[in-house]
């Protein structure tokens, strides 16, 4: 069953680094998602994209916080300057475009420590 | 008021029981609500998809949505001790491309 993969598990880094989030959405899909779930906290979006660009953002999704599709099948999530506040379960999800149907199907996630 | 609702348990209930979990909302915009489950550690898991009012059941699970109170169930016949994680219902406005506003999610425990 194709399913939506992340990496890496799990990323540890310093305050004020930069770093990338890696999702290879589900091969047919178009629409790309990124959800974040602070521990103990409800999941809450950060940003749709679809055809090369984003389709929604949340006020979570600052300058900080960038998008990329570089190739056929990757879909990054990238955070200029991290913050402590930035350490979460980060979710990479997707949807097709079939009519008006939205399932999102979600992946493992990336658990982001900023130290 | 918060957007959606949804009393975070923690619920335990005895193997074979029925389980219902429950989510209320204030924007009338949805259309769309989905469940999903979450275990420990993991990613959200699609279960349930319906639109607008009604029921739709899957095996062991029914969804039920009544727009008119704003107020969306989840139904598990015959629960089992696998049913365990935490259960989170999801709503959007229309169907294409637009964000999920999930609720704090249900904690569920079914004991052997």
């Known amino acids: 069953e194709p399913e939506v993969t992340q990496t890496p598990s799990h990323q540890v880094t310093q305050m004020g680094q930069e770093v990338i989030l890696r999702c290879v959405p589900i091969s047919n899909h178009l629409y790309f998602y990124w959800y974040r779930q602070i521990l103990g906290q409800k999941v809450e979006f950060l940003v749709s994209f679809y055809n090369n660009e984003i389709s929604e953002k949340s006020e979570i999704f600052d300058d900080q916080f960038s998008v990329e599709r570089p190739d056929g099948s990757n879909f990054t999530l990238k955070i200029r300057s991290t913050k402590l506040e930035d350490s979460a379960m980060y979710f990479c999800?997707?949807?097709?475009?079939?009519?008006?149907?939205?399932?999102?199907?979600f992946g493992p996630g990336t658990r982001l420590t900023v130290l | 008021q918060k957007e959606v609702e949804q009393d975070p348990g923690p619920l335990s209930v005895p193997e074979g029981a029925i389980v219902s979990l429950n989510c209320t909302y204030s924007n009338s915009a949805f259309q769309y609500f989905m469940w999903y489950r979450q275990y420990s550690r993991k990613g959200p898991e699609l279960l349930m998809y319906?639109?607008?009012?009604g029921n739709k059941e899957d095996g062991r699970f029914t969804a039920q949505v009544d727009k008119s109170s704003k107020y969306i169930s989840l139904f598990i016949r015959d629960s089992q001790p696998s049913d365990s994680a935490t259960y989170l219902c999801?709503?959007?406005?229309?169907?294409?491309?637009?964000?999920?506003?999930f609720g704090s999610g249900t904690q569920l425990t079914v004991l052997p």
């Open positions: 999800a997707s949807s097709d475009s079939g009519g008006s149907r939205n399932e999102q199907f």
């Open positions: 999801a709503m959007t406005p229309s169907g294409s491309a637009r964000q999920l506003t």
């Open positions: 319906t639109y607008s009012s």
